[in-house]
């Protein structure tokens, strides 16, 4: 009887808090920051789909890594994506709070329903691959708008946010050295599947998308 009655208690519990952070989530996304962030995981996704996939053309960081997953298991990015995000945001909760964390998980949610739109369709595209330089900055273009569009509104694109943040606090390391640490690993293990002439394209690629990152959420509020 007594387990029960303690059982019924913990349930409630669970039921209020995640009442109030879903409160507080509504309460903080007004319609145009849900639009703009919906819009940012658009194309974020679909430079994905459409480019970065077809043409091996890869990110670093965690969109690297789903890349990775993808080339050598087949598993849908709709199914990769959330999964390495909420491992990510796992080990992150301590250090980000619960401001990002639960603005993050509603990113990563419609970065999800967007991959299993883009997925749902034919390519929208040509196909690049004959034109490495086109694909790279046509691709870095994408992530760098879409991720920035995202951040802005208080969110994050995925784990590489969350995951870069917490080697910075922990490592004093300034926040850039931090993404290029997780990213030059990614491209070291795209080897495994990319010619090496396509992880220098790949490089291209994630400097522009930094550079682009970085401009579009420059005005974003720390949380």
């Not at 330089?133 to 920035?148: I, R, S």
């Not at 004093?172 to 997780?182: D, E, N, P, Q, V």
Request: with cysteine.
């Amino acid at each position: 009887m007594n387990l029960q009655h303690n059982t019924e208690r913990a349930r409630a519990k669970q039921g209020g808090w995640l009442g109030g952070q879903l409160r507080a989530l509504l309460a903080e996304m007004t319609p145009r920051r849900l639009g703009l962030m919906m819009l940012g995981a658009a194309v974020l996704t679909f430079g994905i789909c459409n480019i970065h996939r077809r043409t091996g053309i890869t990110e670093g960081g965690v969109l690297g890594l789903l890349l990775f997953v993808n080339h050598w298991t087949g598993l849908p990015a709709s199914i990769v994506s959330p999964v390495l995000d909420l491992a990510c945001y796992a080990m992150a909760w301590r250090v980000l709070g619960a401001g990002f964390l639960r603005r993050s998980l509603l990113s990563t949610a419609m970065i999800a329903l967007w991959y299993k739109v883009w997925e749902s369709l034919p390519p929208l595209l040509p196909d690049w691959s004959g034109a490495p330089l086109t694909a790279a900055v046509a691709g870095a273009v994408c992530v760098g708008v879409g991720v920035g569009l995202i951040v802005r509104q208080g969110g994050s694109s995925g784990g590489d946010d969350a995951l870069a943040l917490v080697i910075a606090r922990r490592t004093g390391w300034r926040l850039a050295r931090s993404y290029l640490i997780t990213d030059l690993t990614v491209l070291s293990l795209s080897l495994s599947y990319i010619p090496a002439l396509r992880i220098a394209f790949s490089l291209i690629t994630v400097t522009i998308s930094s550079f682009l990152i970085d401009k579009i959420s420059a005005s974003a509020q720390e949380t």
